[in-house]
DNA sequence: TATTGTTATACTCTATAACTATA
DNA sequence: TATAGTTATAGAGTATAACAATA
């Protein structure tokens, strides 16, 4: 498909980040199709587990606005992977909880995605890919030129 | 914005890959319009250049659809910064050529995309920038788990 | 008056299908 | 019959605004 050769997209470092994305993407998505889930419905799902959170809260630390959020859970709720819990304190907000056939559906994801980045990893050998995850980690994390900004103190503002 | 330590994010491949290519993707879109266009009409324009390609062939090249490169051709040739011309042998194809003012822009923003990522990857020591590289470049390049399936040769199949 | 979750709506990106004009 | 480019359209994904129920 790509007609450039290595040497031409290892300086182009949108394409590289672009194409890594999209392509591990599409690996997750074909091979989590197996147990029937998107990998945001995983994503959610596994945040959700035993019920703790909130919808808005689960949006939160997925990252997902709220009427996304809506969207997913009617999915995952329709095939029985999650449900709708209201919170006994304020009949405002629905906890939500996975299903026993949604925790059974996660452990089996997290084998398949475990399998997946072992098989795209193992072709690194071991040092380069610490030194990988940790420079990504460096760009992407807190603090880093990729990352999100740091609160600062309003001492500093 | 996002919630999780940074031990936590380092095992989220998908995680990884998707905030770096979607952070520098925002970035190089504020950068670049800095010069009035977007990372897109960058790709196709720089491909562009003195208009050696025809439409098909700059679609090929910059890996978008027919379509998709009619949209982007028609807002370059907008501002002024493309054009289209016939093909003297194929009153079917057109040519794209960057205008005298595209390729100044390109010229600009050329500049500003190095800056960017030698911004993003100045955090990072010069070896383990190079181990990146490398390690990205073999995972999404020619024959790499991320990377396109080489055409065999037929003795093989 | 503010908040949770829902619905309706719109916008972007992208792709499919049908069309034209050529070959 | 096939191809280059265009147009119309539809499908994801995501976001904004208005709304109902509740705080």
């Known amino acids: 498909m790509d007609t450039r050769s290595d040497e031409e997209i290892r300086g182009d470092l949108s394409y590289l980040f672009d194409k890594s994305s999209q392509a591990l993407g599409a690996r997750m998505a074909t091979a989590l199709s197996e147990v029937g889930i998107t990998p945001r419905e995983y994503c959610v799902l596994s945040k959700a587990g035993a019920g703790e ?81 940790d420079a990504l980690v460096r760009l992407v994390g807190a603090g880093g030129p990729l990352g999100s900004v740091e609160p600062r103190s309003s001492a500093t503002v």
Request: charged share 30%; aromatic share 2%.
């Open 53 to 133: 959170l909130t919808q808005r809260e689960l949006g939160a630390v997925a990252l997902m606005d709220k009427t996304t959020m809506v969207v997913t859970l009617d999915r995952l709720e329709k095939s029985g992977l999650a449900r709708r819990v209201p919170s006994p304190t304020d009949r405002r907000v629905r906890i939500v909880q996975a299903t026993d056939a949604g925790v059974r559906v996660i452990r089996r994801a997290k084998v398949i995605i475990d399998a997946v980045y072992d098989d795209v990893l193992g072709v690194l050998p071991e040092a380069d890919r610490t030194t990988l995850l």
